[in-house]
């Protein structure tokens, strides 16, 4: 069974710029979560979707950062513009059953980097 | 607000030796988690602790939780070079389902 897989695993761009990550849970996940670790710092939640409703969106910094999840399937998370605080590895994640363990499994980051 | 703290931040051991990575958290939790972290990959799932007392095992990897403490231990027995990773805990709020509270990572590195 494929994981979680996200895309691209790494985007070098330019404060101001606009960037585009790609998650694509694993199949059957109705939950479908994001995190980011800015360096040095802890792993922070951002938002979780239920199939392709928001559920909790309280982890999202600020207005410039918008998340879909169009028909449920894969999410994207776009930064516009992207600031230089930006910078981190942002993480995917995709659990099956909100009443059972919930465990997540989390896909391998996308490493940005701006500029 | 749900607070995790990790420790120790870096840890370097022997090859052959124990050690204890310590996991508390601030509010009542029913959910804590142990993710393995090697360079550029996923956080790979280790142990799921559901209930007051859980312990489980894993090779040379055991945890254990106490709700009433909110510690989690995360014990290292005889380790190996090929246990060189980050290891992170994680607490799910008690009545939520969602987001993930994550302490600062402990850095393993595993001496010969």
């Known amino acids: 069974e494929a994981g979680v897989t996200q895309f691209p695993s790494h985007s070098v761009i330019e404060k101001g710029q606009t960037v585009t990550l790609r998650c694509d849970p694993i199949s059957g996940h109705d939950n479908l979560y994001w995190y980011r670790r800015v360096m040095g710092k802890e792993i922070k939640f951002l938002l979780h979707f239920v199939k392709e409703s928001k559920q909790d969106e309280s982890g999202m910094p600020n207005n410039r950062f918008l998340a879909e999840r169009t028909g449920g399937t894969y999410s994207t998370l776009k930064v516009q513009p992207a600031e230089l605080e930006d910078s981190g590895v942002y993480f995917c994640?995709?659990?099956?059953?909100?009443?059972?363990?919930?465990?997540?499994?989390f896909g391998p980051g996308t490493r940005l980097t701006v500029l | 607000e749900l607070k995790v703290e990790q420790n120790p931040l870096f840890l370097s051991m022997q090859e052959g030796k124990n050690y204890t990575i310590y996991c508390n958290y601030s509010?009542?939790?029913?959910?804590l988690y142990w993710y393995r972290q090697d360079p550029g990959k996923s956080l790979e799932s280790l142990f799921v602790l559901l209930s007051n007392g859980a312990v489980k095992q894993e090779g040379r990897l055991m945890a254990s939780l106490d709700t009433k403490a909110r510690l989690s231990t995360l014990h290292i027995t005889a380790a190996v070079h090929d246990l060189s990773a980050t290891y992170f805990c994680a607490v799910l709020l008690a009545g939520t389902a969602s987001k993930l509270t994550f302490g600062t990572g402990t850095r393993l590195q595993v001496t010969l």
């Open positions: 994640a995709s659990s099956q059953n909100r009443l059972a363990a919930n465990e997540q499994f």
């Open positions: 509010t009542t939790s029913d959910r």
